[in-house]
Structures are given as structure tokens and as C-alpha cells.
């Protein structure tokens, strides 16, 4: 049973879009959410992350949007360029516990 | 940079026979881990290693084992394997650093594990 719920599986955007996905989780011990991007090939590997005592954390065109409240957290990918072409694992975990729960991936695809 | 090398990017193994799945990581990481990947399944965790000769069990460590000598080398293996094991196998490693938020972790490419 998955600990961490990601949607959509999958998703195409054109160049210059806006991606999002979209992550819920129930365990309310978790208290660090973090992002991976994984290119074909390669193992995954950070992209960006937050912790829930903020709302919302910013770098560059990737953005995480949070919703305590709502045990929700989002990846909204900013002006879509085909290099992000990927699959994006969100994951969470209690600060103090190493070992991450991961959602189940989302391939985006950037149409040029 | 974090370097994590597993040492088969391809495995093809038969029915039963014991496999050895090898990683090394060369940043003096206290934490290594196995993942398991399946599409529409994500990372699921095998095992995870905290010091030398320490290990816990993950969330699917039924059929695997793990060995870790060194703390370079963290070792994956199948006593006995089977087809439900063909899998892409992902090694981890991170810093102790008191905090997940601190210790991102690093993975390897990948080995790819056909059990036929």
C-alpha cells in the first residue's frame, strides 16, 4: 500500500506550458517532501524540496506548492522546455527517519 | 560530486539460481539503501543500511538480503530468484546528518534484473 498517492501517471505538455502533479499523503508524521527527476537511463535525483512550515518554495521555473490542511503537495513546472522531459517522483518522510516513501512516478512529456 | 556505481547495468539470471546485486559509493556516506522500481509502483524500499554490518528491513524485503562489510559497499542479494523479482534495482546512499532534509539521496544508474 502506497504511503504517498501521485497523479496523473503520465502527461503531455507543449513547450512553454505549465506541468503540474499532484501529490497526497495520509501519515501525518511526514514533515519533508521532496521532488526527484529521473532521465531515461539515470537514476533519479533531487530536484527541489520543502519542509511544512512553509506554503510554497520557488527555484527557477519548478515550484512546490503545499496544503497542510489538505495533507497535499504539488510540483508546478513553469514554462515546460523539452530538457524536462522526465519522470518526477514526489516522496516524504519525518525529518528525523531517512527512509523516504515514494509516489508511484509521472512521465511528462514536453512537446516542442 | 556524489559518486553511487552499481556494477551491472543488465542482469539476466535463471529461476532460482542466487544473484548478487553490488553498489559502492564514494562520499563516506553513513546510509545506503535499495530501492526497487516498478512502473506504477514507484520506489518501493528493500532494505537500508545505517552504519557497517547494521541493516533494517524495508517495506518489501521478503526474498532479498542484504550484506554491508564496508562502508563504501552495500550489497543486495536474492537467495533464490524469481521471476517476480525481474525488477530495475536502484542503490541510495546519504549523509547522517541528523535530518532528511539535510541528506538527499543519491542514487546509482540502475541494474536491470530479467529472471527468466
Known amino acids: 500500500q502506497q504511503q504517498v498517492k501521485q497523479s496523473p501517471q503520465s502527461l503531455i505538455v507543449q513547450k512553454g506550458g505549465i506541468s503540474i502533479i499532484n501529490c497526497a499523503y495520509e501519515?501525518?508524521?511526514?514533515?519533508?517532501f521532496p521532488w526527484y527527476q529521473q532521465f531515461p537511463g539515470k537514476g533519479p535525483a533531487l530536484l527541489i524540496a520543502?519542509?511544512?512550515?512553509?506554503s510554497e518554495k520557488k527555484e527557477g521555473r519548478f515550484t512546490i506548492s503545499f496544503n497542510k490542511s489538505a495533507k497535499q503537495f504539488s510540483l508546478h513546472i513553469m514554462d515546460s522546455q523539452p530538457g524536462d522531459s522526465a519522470t518526477y517522483f514526489c516522496a516524504a518522510s519525518p525529518l528525523d527517519d531517512y527512509k523516504l516513501s515514494f509516489g508511484a512516478g509521472t512521465t511528462v512529456t514536453v512537446r516542442a | 560530486d556524489v559518486k553511487v556505481t552499481q556494477s551491472s547495468r543488465y542482469l539476466v539470471k535463471r529461476t532460482g539460481e542466487k544473484v548478487f546485486l553490488e553498489c559502492v559509493q564514494d562520499m563516506d556516506h553513513e546510509n545506503m539503501f535499495w530501492y526497487r522500481q516498478d512502473p506504477g509502483l514507484g520506489l518501493r524500499l528493500i532494505y537500508f543500511s545505517y552504519d557497517v554490518k547494521m541493516k533494517e528491513k524495508g517495506d518489501i524485503p521478503e526474498g532479498y538480503s542484504v550484506s554491508r562489510e564496508k562502508k563504501e559497499r552495500f550489497s543486495l542479494i536474492l537467495e533464490s530468484a524469481s521471476t517476480n523479482q525481474t525488477s530495475m534495482y536502484l542503490c541510495?546512499?546519504?549523509?547522517?546528518?541528523?535530518?532528511?532534509?539535510?541528506?538527499?539521496?543519491?542514487f546509482g544508474n540502475g541494474t536491470r534484473l530479467t529472471v527468466t
Open positions: 501519515n501525518t508524521a511526514f514533515d519533508y
Open positions: 541510495a546512499s546519504s549523509l547522517d546528518s541528523g535530518s532528511s532534509y539535510n541528506s538527499p539521496l543519491h
Open positions: 520543502i519542509r511544512p512550515d512553509v
